[in-house]
């Protein structure tokens, strides 16, 4: 089992530019979450699925967009870019509700915006 | 929203306990306590999870008091090996149908074991 995977490791984009990155689990979790990580500020919930075909807001969901149209992915997407989404992305899912269960955690997506 | 707040780094060395205390003082009455560990370019690790009272697992203990407005993660005997940043996580996210979810993250404490 591969776990969580994320694509792509490494990201530099201008701002403006769009993108999409991509979370899959093998685990058939029903929860994932996307994170985002900025020295000094921990962890923070953009968005998160409770199941396939929904999607919900966590703390920090602006300037963002997600999908999760089949269980194991869950997509983040980036429409215009900017400097302040420069940061480390990570996936994560979990069997059920967060606070409940494990979080499973991918190893990380760094995205810089110039 | 539960903030939480952890101290920013311990130092400790091997072999020595290292308490690490998480405040949480708006805590919610279905909200679970987590802690996380976390190396260098990985994602966090779990590491223990409990409501109230105390929880042990192989790795670690947590102690939560009655009023649950803290946690500590008591970590026995440390090694090199085990230094890293711990996070306190405490929060629920809602079931789907439009509220919006809270998994709170500390900032973490960043442990150094030395020799």
């Known amino acids: 089992n591969a776990g969580v995977t994320q694509t792509p490791k490494f990201r530099v984009l201008k701002t403006g530019q769009s993108m999409t990155l991509l979370c899959a689990q093998d685990?058939?979790?029903?929860?994932m979450y996307w994170y985002r990580q900025d020295p000094g500020m921990g962890l923070r919930l953009i968005h998160y699925?409770?199941?396939?075909?929904?999607?919900a807001k966590g703390e920090v969901p602006d300037g963002y967009n997600v999908s999760r149209l089949k269980k194991q992915n869950f997509l983040l997407g980036l429409e215009s870019a900017a400097p302040s989404q420069t940061s480390v992305y990570f996936c994560?899912?979990?069997?059920?509700?967060?606070?409940?269960?494990?979080?499973?955690f991918g190893p990380g997506t760094r995205l810089t915006v110039l | 929203l539960a903030k939480t707040t952890q101290p920013i780094s311990m130092d400790s060395y091997e072999g020595q306990e290292v308490n690490i205390t998480c405040s949480h003082n708006?805590?919610?009455?279905?909200?679970?306590i987590t802690w996380y560990q976390q190396f260098p370019s990985q994602g966090p690790r779990f590491i223990i999870q409990?409501?109230?009272t105390k929880v042990t697992n192989e790795v670690a203990s947590l102690f939560i008091p009655a009023d649950r407005k803290s946690s500590t993660l008591s970590l026995p005997r440390v090694s090199l090996s085990d230094t890293a940043v711990y996070y306190c996580?405490?929060?629920?996210?809602?079931?789907?149908?439009?509220?919006?979810?809270?998994?709170?993250f500390g900032k973490g404490t960043k442990l150094s074991v030395k020799p």
């Open positions: 699925s409770v199941g396939e075909g929904t999607t």
């Open positions: 994560a899912s979990s069997a059920t509700s967060g606070s409940l269960n494990e979080q499973f």
């Open positions: 708006n805590i919610a009455t279905n909200d679970y």
């Open positions: 409990g409501y109230k």
């Open positions: 996580l405490v929060g629920d996210i809602a079931d789907y149908g439009g509220s919006q979810g809270n998994l709170i």
């Open positions: 685990m058939n979790h029903e929860y």
